[in-house]
DNA sequence: CACAACAATTGCAAGTATACATTTATGGCG
DNA sequence: CGCCATAAATGTATACTTGCAATTGTTGTG
């Protein structure tokens, strides 16, 4: 039916847009860190923040880079003091990535800012309002289904 | 009021978890792109797009690079294909950039790609599910006005 | 016309990411 | 214990981005 396609192509626009708007507000929580460190380095701190702390192994193929690259990351981001580096006493060979408590600031600041950023566009609202965003966000984020934290490490989140 | 509060949480709550749905959209959308072009590079064919041919000095402002690295970032995409260096007739010392076919295609199925995907996660919803987010996006898209393309470009939108 | 202002490029240099091959240290196992 | 597998780091090399300074070509103006 002509209708239903219509109305179809309306709701991939309106979500869109609506991306548009939320990417907004991500990457303004990004932008500020990405002074501070690069986009891969912030992955990194990203994943520490959500997982804890990981071997080396684990970091480079949850980020998708071989071991070489991520130990030369690594070895910059220690030396800027947004990690450390701790040998496992269970197997000397191992070694684990921990955020430091400046890395820790940096990655909740970043999180935090955005969701003052969404907070303070939704207090605009009336209750009714804010009540159908919720109902509807938490629909489609359901519909979505689970978004794989490999995807959204693509962008830093 | 308690219950305002525990609400606005809540909202903001549910936003941040669509924004982590829809980021994954977009992840999805940008990672193939991201192994034929780096990140500022697509900013750029991003920019070009929806703005039009370019001068350097304008494209290399809009995405906030001096001029030095614009001018050996467009040798590699010009040398890639995905633009074309045109002297202005009118004025022949400024040069605009333009998006080859290539150039074009390669944005072009990005952003369908996304779209398609958003498509496609709506389409497994009734209509009045989609009737309410549509609503309800493009309610919050309004309340957060203006999304600057130059935010969005941080991400590589 | 000569000279200043402007647009873009090029010279030079450093930091980062990435890849492939090799090395060092450690753990597990026959 | 000796050997092999594993974990991480290093050696070496390339590509991209970025920055500052200097240069080339063009436009506009006194």
Same mark, same amino acid.
């Given at each position: 039916m002509i209708h239903d396609e219509d109305f179809d192509a309306r709701a991939a626009d309106a979500a869109l847009t609506a991306s548009r708007a939320l990417m907004g507000v991500v990457a303004r929580s990004v932008a500020g860190v990405l002074e501070i460190v690069t986009l891969p380095q912030f992955r990194v701190l990203v994943l520490l923040d959500t997982s804890g702390p990981l071997r080396m192994g684990v970091l480079g193929e949850a980020i998708g880079v071989l071991p070489s690259t !991520?130990?030369?990351?690594i070895d910059r981001i220690v030396e800027a003091?947004?990690?450390r580096r701790t040998t496992r006493p269970a197997s000397r060979r191992e070694v !684990?990535?921990?955020l430091t408590p400046a890395g820790q600031n940096l990655v909740t600041h970043a999180l935090e800012q955005r969701r003052d950023n969404i907070a303070k566009i939704l207090s605009a609202l009336s209750l009714d309002q804010k009540s159908a965003i919720v109902s509807a966000f938490e629909l489609f984020a359901r519909a979505a289904g689970e978004t794989s934290s490999e995807e959204l490490l693509i962008l830093g989140i």
């Open positions: !991520l130990s030369r990351a003091g947004w990690v !684990l990535i921990e």
